[in-house]
C-alpha cells in the first residue's frame, strides 16, 4: 500500500476517535452539587423533662437521691406528672418526701403519691370513711406470724358460754369481721427491704369502718381471744354481707350494745 494511503487512513482513524471523545464529554451532565445544610434542627416529636425515679421507693420511706429528669414526649406526659418548666426546683424539693404507696423505678412521680407537709403516715394511707382500730395478737392468733401488712384477714371471737349459775360449758366461736385489709404489725407497716415473709407482732392495726371499729371494740370486751385467720389473695374481691352488727345494736337501734351474761341477753348503752 502506498504510503500516501497509509498516512490518510491514519488521519481518520484519529480523528474518529477525537469526535467520539468529544461527543462522549459533551452527553455527560454535569456532577450534582451537594449542598449540606449544618443549621440545627428540632426534633421530629416535641420533648418535655419529667421528674422520675431512679430506684425503688418503698411505702413509709422517703425518696432521697433517687429523681431525675427525663426526656418525655409532650404528647404522652400527664397533667399529674411532674415537669421541669412547671415545677424547675422540684428535684431538690422533694427529696425530703415520704412516699404513701410503693414507687418503682423508671415511673414518674406524682404528688398523689406522697404524703402532704404536716399529715401523719397513717391517717394518710387511710381511704375516706376508714378507720385504723389496733388488736392484740400473737402468733397463735395471726396464722402462725405469716399475716402481714396489706394482707385480707376474718377476725374470729372465741368466748365461754356460760350457762345457767355462772358455770362454763364449752366455748362459742365466731366470726365477727371478714375481708379486713391489715394496715400494720406492730410499727411494720410493709415487707421489709430484704423480703423477709415472717413476721410475728403484738398488734395488729385494722382498716375498719366506724360500724366495724365498735363491733371489735365490743369483742375485745367479750372475747377471751380474738384470732386473725389469713384470707387467699382470690377471696380479697368477696362482698361481705352482714356481720356481728348484734354486739353494737339491738332491735335496729344503732349505739346499743347486748350484753350475754349467765346465758341472759340485756342491752344497755342507747344513744339518743
Same mark, same amino acid.
Given at each position: 500500500?502506498?504510503?500516501?494511503r ?16 468529544v ?13 449540606v ?117 376474718? #377476725?374470729?371471737?372465741?368466748? =365461754? ?5 355462772g358455770?362454763?360449758? !364449752?366455748? *362459742?366461736? %365466731?366470726?365477727?369481721? &371478714? ?22 407482732g ?45 354486739? #353494737?345494736?339491738?332491735?335496729? =337501734?344503732?349505739?346499743?350494745v347486748r350484753?350475754?351474761?349467765? !346465758?341472759? *341477753?340485756? %342491752?344497755?348503752?342507747? &344513744?339518743?
Open positions: 500500500m502506498a504510503p500516501s497509509v498516512i490518510i487512513l491514519g488521519v481518520a482513524v484519529a480523528t474518529a476517535i477525537g469526535a467520539g471523545y461527543a462522549k464529554n459533551m452527553s455527560t451532565p454535569p456532577p450534582a452539587q451537594i449542598i445544610d449544618s443549621a440545627p434542627r428540632e426534633p421530629a416529636i416535641k420533648l418535655a423533662d419529667v421528674l422520675v425515679l431512679e430506684g425503688d421507693v418503698p411505702m413509709g420511706t422517703t425518696v432521697g437521691e433517687k429523681l431525675a429528669w427525663q426526656s418525655w414526649p409532650s404528647a404522652g406526659i400527664s397533667e399529674a406528672f411532674i415537669t421541669r418548666d412547671s415545677a424547675p426546683g422540684a428535684l431538690e424539693e422533694l427529696q425530703g418526701a415520704i412516699a404513701r404507696v410503693p414507687m418503682y423505678e423508671g415511673e414518674p412521680l406524682r404528688r398523689s403519691k406522697l404524703i402532704g407537709e404536716g399529715q401523719s403516715f397513717m391517717s394518710s394511707i387511710l381511704p375516706s370513711g376508714k378507720r385504723a382500730v389496733a388488736t392484740q395478737i400473737a402468733a397463735d392468733t395471726s396464722a402462725g406470724g405469716f399475716i402481714l401488712p396489706n394482707d385480707f384477714v376474718d #377476725v374470729i371471737m372465741t368466748r =365461754r358460754n356460760q350457762a345457767e349459775g358455770t362454763a360449758e !364449752g366455748y *362459742v366461736t %365466731e366470726t365477727i369481721l &371478714r375481708n379486713i385489709r391489715v394496715l400494720a404489725i406492730d410499727q411494720a407497716i410493709q415487707e421489709d427491704e430484704e423480703g423477709r415473709r415472717v413476721r410475728v403484738d398488734t395488729a392495726t385494722l382498716e375498719l369502718t366506724p360500724q366495724q371499729a365498735e363491733i371489735i371494740t365490743v369483742a375485745q370486751q367479750m372475747a377471751d381471744r380474738l384470732t386473725l385467720a389469713l384470707r387467699a389473695v382470690v377471696d380479697t374481691q368477696e362482698v361481705v354481707e352482714g356481720e356481728a352488727d348484734y354486739l #353494737v345494736s339491738g332491735n335496729g =337501734r344503732r349505739g346499743t350484753m350475754i351474761k349467765s !346465758g341472759e *341477753v340485756s %342491752e344497755v348503752g342507747a &344513744r339518743k
